[in-house]
């Protein structure tokens, strides 16, 4: 091998591994555009109530630019005889960045009464400007009695604006298989097959947001139950489960394994290949 040669395999390498280190790099670091008016947060004091308490509803609303004239309404739990207990309206004037709305409704003194039975109630706030309208729902639960726990069941968006929080509070659950899971999951998402899962119940704070998911969303259902006989609090079951995560559009993605190529493994073989070179070289 010649020196001119050595020098050329080189710097071949050099261009390679740093050529595929830039192009890492900017898919990571890609701006993500200006997406407009949203609802970056929608939620409530609580996760569970019960007759007669009072309920905290808390909205933030981004905007890129200043917008006046915006309406903003929440609107929920409707009894069965057609009152809706949790209503608001109100113009707002956005400002850029996050705009908080925070209001307080009073639920009725007797459930029963009033026509509200135990269950999920699926609250739905708007920001209507001009011709545009966003929309985001809030799911929360009432109990026939202040002691009760129950689970809430929420849709894949609410699911996919929880995660986008980045809360500590929140921790996402597959119970699906682990072959399951490999093949497709939603990113962040602890694998406990629900099989199982009696042996791995110590893993979960009793205090934390527990979001499970099952294929479609039939076994999620025990396991919400399981999971709050244990103690849990604050149980999610994700309606539809993840095939409704992949009908509404959202990723699933894949177990992967170590990745050999990952970001700063071609500069690794850059500097060996350098190195080897120059031995020969030496040699020689």
Partial sequence: MTKQFAVVVTMLVLVSAFAGLGIQNACASGDSGDSGIE???FSS??????ANEEMTVFLSVYSPENVSNTLIKVSGVKSTKGVVYVAYSSP???????NNVTFTKKLPSCSRCAGISQGTYVIDASVTYGDEVVTAKH????TSTPDQTISVNIA???VNRLIASESDDIIVVDIRTKDEYDAGHIEGALSVPISELSNRTEEFNTSTKIVVYSANGSNSTIVCDILIKNGSARVYNVVGGL????ESGYTAVPTTTSNPMAPGFEAVLA???????AYRVRRR
């Fill in 39 to 41: 609802i970056v947060a």
């Fill in 45 to 50: 004091d609580k996760d569970l109530y019960s």
């Fill in 92 to 98: 707002l004037n956005l400002t850029v960045g996050e």
């Fill in 139 to 142: 799911s929360i639960a009432i």
């Fill in 156 to 158: 894949v968006d609410e």
């Fill in 243 to 246: 095939d409704a995560w992949n």
């Fill in 271 to 277: 500097l060996v290949a350098v190195l080897f070179v």
